[in-house]
């Protein structure tokens, strides 16, 4: 079946440094993979939807310039979180299109931590 | 922006009971689908459906989907520990994007 790695599992870095979060579609092509972010007792929420060779749309609220995605190929994306804070601290997961009965497969999530 | 309500948050019962699991939402979506989410864990998809009215099974699970495709359910019978997790609803719009109902947390006491 479709598999989705997503790198690494988690992350503890130091307030103001910044952290990239890789997915990468390992069996089939992603022109489109999604970011979302989960914090504790919660649900998913999305971040952003990340396109192949274009611009990733961001959902409201979601800071582009601190949450930096970059898709620069049909099987990685790619989320930088830029001068993370303690705030961003989260579990954050992407999640792909595999083209294939409506499916989606997720990654297995990468919890950052920032202190 | 897409909503959907989800009920109930916590649900903890006996092994061997039955339960049901409710999705609920003012929009229409394309398809809807539930998944499971174990901690620190990426979501599983256990279904999609598509179909208004649609009814599908997974052993002891029955999804079904609302005739007007904004509303969703899920039964489980005859609950066991393994059963213990997160499952949440997701409703898929136009541009391929999941929204996420806000889970239900199932715990199965032995």
């Known amino acids: 079946g479709a598999v989705v790695s997503q790198h690494p599992s988690w992350v503890i870095c130091k307030s103001g440094t910044s952290v990239k979060i890789e997915c990468r579609s390992l069996d089939f092509q992603a022109t489109t993979m999604f970011w979302y972010r989960q914090f504790p007792k919660q649900s998913l929420m999305l971040m952003a939807t990340?396109?192949?060779?274009?611009?990733?749309?961001?959902e409201q609220g979601v800071e582009k310039d601190k949450f930096l995605i970059n898709h620069a190929s049909l099987t990685l994306s790619t989320l930088t979180v830029t001068s993370a804070h303690p705030e961003d601290s989260s579990f954050y997961i992407c999640s792909a299109v595999t083209g294939i009965d409506y499916g989606y497969t997720f990654g297995s999530g990468t919890r950052l931590t920032v202190v | 922006t897409q909503l959907l309500e989800q009920s109930p948050q916590f649900l903890s019962i006996q092994e061997g009971e039955n339960l049901t699991v409710y999705c609920n939402s003012s929009?229409?979506?394309?398809?809807l689908q539930w998944y499971r989410q174990e901690p620190g864990e990426g979501p599983v998809l256990l279904v999609t459906?598509?179909?208004?009215?649609e009814v599908k099974k997974l052993k002891r699970l029955t999804f079904q989907f609302g005739d007007a495709r904004k509303d969703s359910s899920l039964h489980i019978t005859a609950a066991q520990p393994g059963d213990t997790g997160l499952y949440l609803c997701?409703?898929?719009?136009?541009?391929?994007?999941?929204?996420f109902g806000s889970g239900t947390q199932l715990t199965v006491l032995p």
């Open positions: 459906v598509v179909t208004g009215g």
């Open positions: 929009s229409v979506f394309s398809s």
């Open positions: 990340s396109n192949e060779g274009s611009k990733a749309t961001y």
């Open positions: 997701a409703g898929e719009g136009s541009a391929r994007q999941l929204t």
